[in-house]
């Protein structure tokens, strides 16, 4: 698409040249005095394609028009500057189907989106919004698949849990996985939007369905497949923008018999692996939820930001909400045990892949988690958290966030808490 495009800005550009000056002949009448002139396109009736050069030339001695291009195959006319008088007796000529203004055209531009400015992401290492340059890792996410024929996305591989006879098929039918994706790693191409993590190898493991939903068991299948390819493929990092109801028995599952725990414990302590996972949108205890209650993953609360910028101010957008504070959907840590694996994470309004191509703007925590799994991402591959233990991730994020000045912070976060509600402090990706 950036190709395209900008052949397409090239093309404009040559035919506002052409028009401007180098014509010659008929093409080249003077003016009428200062008369106003326009650019315009002219389009032909089929019967004229045979004359065409005939009729442009009785249009230049009848009208003054001083034609461009010219156009035979994909529609009969041509291009011109024309006085603004003579448009109306151009359009009642009865070789003219339509006169129609040349309206400039632009190259697609990439967005960066308000989350990644947010925290900061256009100043870390990879400098995510200048075009230019990739984060290698491998983040594995779990969701509804991811669109595998997204233009900004590098999805590598991955395993769909939905259906085991059809285990090679992982493209999203939903759309969240690939908004998700989208934020932890949308490429720095020009195009669409960037991630926090632009171009990190993607590894969708679809464990959700069409209508958003799953079970236990596809859950597990998921973290069955990481366990086993985490090591092979170099995945340091998955993201669970998903949950369910469940309580932490600060056993690793044995104590309440939880097998998502177990598994969970397992991907983390044995196989290496950063598990973020979003804190849920029902405003209350992360406790009541799985896996944002496990101990083992680290859980990202959203909070509303409707410019990048921090301070306060802005007007919302898509959804009702204030400026730089805890979004009002939110689940929290209340026990001092959950607050020790919280983080915050941009989660309101957030611009990311659409399914199908293109951009869509969506809210959760949902939203919110992968912003914090791309800077771990981005945080191993810059050096600071490589060879670093889950744990030692997930401590390293937190503490960088929590050094951030009070100016960088929400309200609602630790230096300015909500009574019984604790939203961490607000990831930051600029310091990798």
Known sequence: MAGSAYRLAAVSAAAGAL?????????????????????????????ARDRLETVVQGHGRDHGARAGFRYQDAIVGYSAVIPESQVAALRADPNV??????????????VLPTGVDRIQADVSSTAAGNGSGGVDAAVAILDTGIDTG??????????????????????DNNGHGTHVAGTVAARDNGDDVVGVAPGARLYSVKVLGANGSGSTSNIICGLNWLANNAARYGIKV???????D??????????????????ICNVVKNKGVTLVAAAGNSTDDIANHRPASYDEVLTVTAMADFNGQSGGGAAATCRADVDETAA???????????????????GVCINSTRNGGGTTVLSGTSMASPHVAGTA???????????????????????HASAQ???????????????GRYYGYLVHAGGY
């Open 19 to 47: 028009l401007a000056g180098g014509l010659t002949g008929a093409e080249a009448t003077e003016g009428r005095g200062a008369e106003p002139e326009g650019r315009y396109v002219v389009v032909l009736k089929d019967s």
């Open 97 to 110: 189907k339509a006169v129609a203004p040349d309206l400039p055209v632009h190259a697609t531009q990439q």
């Open 150 to 171: 997204h233009r900004d996305l590098n999805v590598v591989g991955g395993y769909n849990c939905m259906n085991p006879f059809l285990p090679n098929s992982y493209r």
């Open 238 to 244: 998955a993201n669970m923008s998903l949950g369910g």
């Open 246 to 263: 469940g309580a932490d028995d600060g056993n690793c599952g044995n104590s309440n018999q939880d097998p998502w725990h177990q598994a």
């Open 328 to 346: 009002d959907f939110s689940s929290f840590a209340v026990s001092t045990a959950d607050a020790a694996h919280t983080i915050a994470g941009p």
């Open 377 to 399: 991402a981005l945080c191993i591959a810059a050096g600071p958290c490589a060879g670093l233990s889950p744990a030692g991730v997930a401590a390293e994020l937190r503490g």
């Open 405 to 419: 000045p009070l100016s960088y912070g929400f309200a609602g976060d630790p230096n300015t808490p909500v009574a």
